[in-house]
T-cell receptor
Framework: GAVVSQHPSRVICKSGTSVKIECRSL??????MFWYRQFPKQSLMLMAT?????????EQGVEKDKFLINHASLTLSTLTVTSAHPEDSSFYIC?????????FGSGTRLTVV | AQSVTQLDSQVPVFEEAPVELRCNYS??????LFWYVQYPNQGLQLLLK??????LVKGINGFEAEFNKSQTSFHLRKPSVHISDTAEYFC?????????????FGKGTTLSVSS
């Protein structure tokens, strides 16, 4: 079946640094990639939607300059958390979409210290 | 805008008992509906989905769900649960039926199966 590989699975970074999270669709072309954020014991909150070769569409309240999304190809999308702060610590999950199939990555646990 | 309400935040149940996890949604447009399961520190695994056709949908691991348009519900059921079913379950709806539409999630239901 369809697989989305998400890396890294865990990352700890210092406050003020940037972190890049990568999602690759391994056996299908993800025309659209979604990025979610999940706080402990809570639901997934949609952060942004990106289409290959286009600028991402951010949800209300999500800072586009802080969460940089790049969808350079049909198999690769990246989320860069810039100038990370402790409040950015969370579980980030990507989802590749192709014809109403949504395939989720395994998530990235970001801890900012 | 779409919204999803999972009516139970926690559902404790004994092994081999039946279970129902309730999900209601609100939308002014047609939607597609999904149920996902999440194990700790992992991504989401699709249990089942409703796009069209028969309102009773069968999924993996013995789960099924019924789409009720008049009640805007999509409840998940399993006739006999196992310890391994202990996990977080999310109901989700699409924002519409156009290609590339996002999924909007409910807050989740924690299913705890004990012996």
């Amino acid at each position: 079946g369809a697989v989305v590989s998400q890396h890294p699975s865990r990352v700890i970074c210092k406050s003020g640094t940037s972190v890049k999270i990568e999602c690759r669709s391994l056996d299908f072309q993800a025309t659209t990639m979604f990025w979610y954020r999940q706080f402990p014991k809570q639901s997934l909150m949609l952060m942004a939607t990106s289409n290959e070769g286009s600028k991402a569409t951010y949800e209300q309240g999500v800072e586009k300059d802080k969460f940089l999304i790049n969808h350079a190809s049909l198999t690769l999308s990246t989320l860069t958390v810039t100038s990370a702060h402790p409040e950015d610590s969370s579980f980030y999950i990507c989802s590749g979409n192709n014809n109403y199939g949504y395939t989720f990555g395994s998530g990235t646990r970001l801890t900012v210290v | 805008a779409q919204s999803v309400t999972q009516l139970d935040s926690q559902v404790p149940v004994f092994e081999e008992a039946p279970v129902e996890l309730r999900c209601n949604y609100s939308s002014s447009v047609s939607v597609y509906l999904f149920w996902y399961v999440q194990y700790p520190n992992q991504g989401l695994q699709l249990l089942l989905k409703y796009l069209s056709g028969s309102t009773l949908v069968k999924g993996i691991n013995g789960f099924e769900a019924e789409f009720n348009k008049s009640q805007t519900s999509f409840h998940l059921r399993k006739p006999s649960v196992h310890i391994s079913d202990t996990a977080e379950y999310f109901c989700a709806v699409t924002r519409g039926v156009q290609a590339g539409t996002a999924l909007i999630f409910g807050k989740g239901t924690t299913l705890s199966v004990s012996s």
